[in-house]
DNA sequence: ATAAAATTAGTACATTTGTTCTAAAATTAG
DNA sequence: CTAATTTTAGAACAAATGTACTAATTTTAT
């Protein structure tokens, strides 16, 4: 492996386990023995380094979305299955969602970058919900607001279950994973026809 | 006013706009023109100046719990007086849900007590809903599950409605508020009867 | 009024941290 | 094979930060 992929894997699982505000340069060059010197040839800034891991999670994100996209149906099976490898790609790169406003503080191209993919995501989500609507799978007694609430409820979970398990639970791995697959599939059923 | 409150106030103000991993002992004593030496006779620690704030929002709201208690019976305006007054106080000591899990992990003792807060107020809502199933305020023809699950998204929701505003909202104050009494109201509607 | 206690200012120290710089070593290209 | 380029190590620097210390000042108690 290049060093640059050695770093950036050794940044992604100090992070994830310490956070960013414990796990200086040097941390994560001793955890993979090279000079300080070396992992600032490779990102001059540390913040380089989470801004790179940040872009791979929008990418995994990105790709999940135009599989999405691309199936010629849209039934609770798909949305369940594109909720599990949400859940899967949100916790392999957990530590942003973990310290997400401080990261998109420090950084401030990532939280532009996070409020176009919002913006976007929530005009699929409204419109996949009318699909749903009118399919019959979802109920049609509600009135529209309830459903723009849904959507930011939606997202709310989907981006702050791992710190509500960092808080409350500290699961880790697959049952972690399990239960908030639980959670978020949950949030539709009173919604179900 | 006492120092020692002209430092908590000057805390919570500047945590609050600026976030805890920017603003030091320094800053906050400057902004109040005390030297630093002042600062740490009264707050040895910095963390301890958090913990500090942490436990005057425990008090808080358990001061909102034990009103509702007192009440002879809770109806949906109730639910929505308290979600009201709830979100008041998380918006007055914002910067620590804005860096709960990093305020967790840096003051060990706040995690053992969001902890036990946490269960114990699993536990009323948990009796609260059976109720208004009772008295056919809710549905009754859910399985179980749902509601301990609607309970883990009201508590995901409820901690870090201000993280998601933070992230792509950006309001402020009484605007601020009022949408998200919203999105936590419109949470219930779909369990209504 | 005076002694004791509490508060305050200011300095200083040790550590950490991001970053830069230089020279050596390794790799690549011609 | 040799020159150019890339990569690496290691030292060094400057700024920041939490905290301790000391002496002065203010407040409180008697």
């Given at each position: 492996?290049?060093?640059?992929?050695?770093?950036?894997?050794?940044?992604?699982?100090?992070?994830?386990?310490?956070?960013?505000?414990?796990?200086?340069?040097?941390h994560?060059?001793?955890?993979?023995?090279?000079?300080?010197?070396?992992?600032?040839?490779?990102?001059?800034?540390?913040?380089?380094?989470?801004?790179?891991?940040?872009?791979?999670l929008?990418?995994?994100?990105d790709?999940?979305?135009?599989a999405?996209?691309?199936?010629?149906l849209?039934?609770?099976?798909?949305?369940?299955?594109?909720?599990?490898?949400?859940?899967?790609?949100?916790?392999?790169?957990?530590?942003?969602?973990?310290h997400?406003?401080?990261?998109?503080?420090?950084?401030?191209?990532?939280?532009?970058?996070?409020?176009?993919?919002?913006a976007?995501?929530?005009?699929?989500?409204?419109?996949?919900?009318?699909?749903?609507?009118?399919?019959?799978?979802?109920?049609?007694?509600?009135?529209?607001?309830?459903?723009?609430?849904?959507?930011?409820?939606?997202?709310?979970?989907?981006?702050?279950?791992?710190?509500?398990?960092?808080?409350?639970?500290?699961?880790?791995?697959?049952?972690?994973?399990?239960?908030?697959?639980?959670?978020?599939?949950?949030?539709?059923?009173?919604?179900?026809?």
């Open positions: 492996m290049q060093t640059k992929e050695k770093i950036l894997a050794a940044a992604l699982k100090l992070y994830n386990n310490k956070g960013i505000n414990t796990i200086t340069t040097r994560i060059a001793t955890s993979i023995a090279i000079s300080p010197g070396n992992l600032h040839y490779h990102f001059k800034q540390t913040d380089d380094i989470i801004k790179t891991l940040y872009d791979r929008a990418t995994e994100f790709d999940l979305m135009q999405l996209e691309a199936l010629p849209v039934d609770l099976a798909v949305l369940r299955s594109f909720s599990r490898s949400s859940i899967e790609v949100a916790y392999k790169y957990r530590f942003i969602f973990l997400f406003v401080e990261v998109a503080t420090r950084i401030p191209t990532i939280r532009t970058h996070y409020k176009s993919l919002r976007r995501r929530e005009t699929e989500f409204k419109a996949m919900f009318k699909k749903l609507i009118q399919n019959g799978t979802f109920r049609n007694d509600l009135p529209g607001e309830v459903w723009d609430e849904l959507v930011t409820q939606i997202f709310i979970v989907g981006d702050f279950w791992q710190s509500n398990n960092e808080l409350s639970g500290r699961l880790t791995g697959d049952k972690l994973m399990m239960q908030y697959e639980q959670t978020i599939s949950a949030m539709f059923f009173p919604y179900l026809k």
